[in-house]
């Protein structure tokens, strides 16, 4: 079968659109629980069509053109279309698998929504900035024009352990993003993830500079047949009293 149709949706019920703050203008988190405290939250919602051919299928290269359309529901004329292709070379347990996409979109859109980080974005957006504004707010603020760029992956798989480097570049120092993961297997049906992400830097020379723009996180999935359940790392949430972010 050569032709994959698909339907994604995806939501969260209490997003944070607007931060509670003390009378010193600093962000207040919620007693007993170390979140940001909110004033206000909404439902996001995000569905994506996604249609791919797959153009070779050989034993050691397989090739598949793809075209994504995604919108943020909750968002007025919030769109995004990425078109690209994936190749594999090697074997099904050695090989090397190369993503080039490209994207366009949107000001107010951003692609990946909900990701590993989704639990810090949704409280505060990066870039860092004061005010810290959640994800949501970020985008609802964001002018109504066209956004052009790309975001290249290379993973490469040995024997069930993989590992993932991907760039993403929109124009300028604001809009660059860079991507590393490693997949472990533990057992049969345990698996350990680590994850690293940088936004905003400039120069591939800084991309992992640690600073408050870096992000890590660590995840621990259980298959179940079918179902895959997900364990993230506890998150706690520290105020920069000086700079009024987390």
């Known amino acids: 079968n050569r032709l994959t149709l698909g339907y994604t949706n995806a939501w969260d019920k209490a997003a944070p659109v607007t931060l509670s703050y003390n009378t010193n203008g600093s962000p207040v988190t919620q007693t007993n629980l170390d979140n940001p405290k909110t004033t206000e939250v909404t439902r996001v919602s995000i569905e994506g069509f996604d249609l791919e051919y797959r153009l070779l299928n050989l034993p050691f290269l397989e090739f598949t053109p793809y075209l994504d359309y995604n919108r943020i529901k909750t968002l007025d004329n919030s769109t995004g279309t990425h078109y690209g292709s994936m190749m594999r070379l090697g074997t099904k347990d050695l090989n090397i698998i190369f993503k080039p996409e490209f994207r366009q979109m949107t000001g107010n859109y951003t692609p990946m929504y909900f ?110 047949g079918p179902l895959m359940l997900r364990v993230q790392n506890y998150r706690k949430y520290y105020l920069d009293s000086s700079e009024k972010t987390f």
């Open 115 to 224: 990701d590993s980080f989704y639990e810090i974005e949704r409280f505060q957006s990066f870039p860092t900035g004061a005010p810290m504004r959640p994800k949501y707010e970020q985008l609802q603020n964001q002018p109504n024009t066209t956004v052009r760029g790309y975001y290249h992956t290379l993973y490469i798989n040995f024997f069930h352990l993989g590992f993932e480097f991907a760039v993403e570049d929109y124009g300028g120092k604001d809009k660059k993003r860079v991507f590393a993961a490693a997949y472990i297997p533990l057992g049969s049906s345990f698996q350990l993830s680590f994850f690293y992400s940088r936004k905003g830097y400039d120069g591939q020379g800084k991309a992992f500079e640690i600073d408050e723009n870096a992000q890590g996180a660590a995840e621990l999935s259980k298959s179940f």
